[in-house]
């Protein structure tokens, strides 16, 4: 019987210090200025295709308000409405707008027009850019006229060396053969990439193995089902 490990690895740091930002600077940038405590600047829309870092990004910008004193509200297309605005946030995040149904709709909009008032900073992010955005038109009004980066995938380079760091981060020995391998085989797509990386870590300490090549397979051969 594998013995299961116990979840001791540390989180990875989901600071700005910790990403590779390849093209994305401009979003980067302008996001490292959204501190709580200086009153909600323009709303933030950011936009891209599956593993471009949207929710990374996201989840960037609320570690630098916790680290300062501030509390976010972080809200998905799949929470339950009603959506309500806590006393005390400086920040409020929605994430997956492309996916809102017509009830989180009107969460969201009700959300945005809140914050705005209280002086909430805002930020969301979604697959599409504001304007295909499959939502009702007061609120695709409200995500669109704010900053709104596109962001880009990072190149093959960058994608090596963000494995490399968020594989550093979790204390993971990945050869670079095996990074090879991940990335000739498999989407860059990075929130894959990273999920398939914790999988893989969690399946070396269960067989008492080094991360090589032959165990990737074996652990990919184990999560098939067999025909």
């Known amino acids: 019987m594998r013995q299961l490990p116990l979840p001791i690895q540390p989180p990875a740091d989901e600071g700005f210090d910790a990403l590779v930002v390849g093209r994305n600077d401009h979003a980067v940038q302008h996001l490292r200025s959204l501190l709580p405590g200086t009153g909600a600047a323009t709303p933030v829309y950011l936009w891209g295709d599956a593993g471009s870092g949207k929710t990374r990004l996201l989840r960037a910008l609320a570690a630098q308000h916790r680290a300062r004193g501030g509390r976010v509200g972080w809200f998905d297309a799949t929470d339950a409405a009603p959506w309500t605005l806590d006393e005390g946030w400086s920040l409020v995040i929605v994430d ?30 979604g697959r599409l850019p504001p304007i295909d955005l499959p939502v009702r038109e007061d609120l695709r009004t409200r995500l669109g006229w704010g900053h709104v980066f596109a962001l880009q995938p990072l190149a093959e380079a960058e994608t090596r060396a963000a494995l490399r760091r968020e594989a550093d981060a979790r204390g993971i020995l990945l050869p670079d053969e095996v990074i090879a391998h991940l990335l000739t085989h498999f989407e860059r797509d990075m929130a894959h990439l990273m999920a398939l ?19 990737l397979r074996k652990m990919l051969a184990e999560e098939t089902p067999a025909s």
């Open 96 to 125: 997956r707008c492309e996916a809102l149904d017509a009830a989180r709709q009107q969460a969201a909009f009700a959300l945005f027009v809140e914050a705005g008032t209280q002086g909430v900073q805002w930020a969301a992010a």
């Open 197 to 215: 990386l914790d999988r893989l870590d969690g399946f070396s300490l269960a067989e008492k193995r080094q991360i090589t090549v032959p165990l």
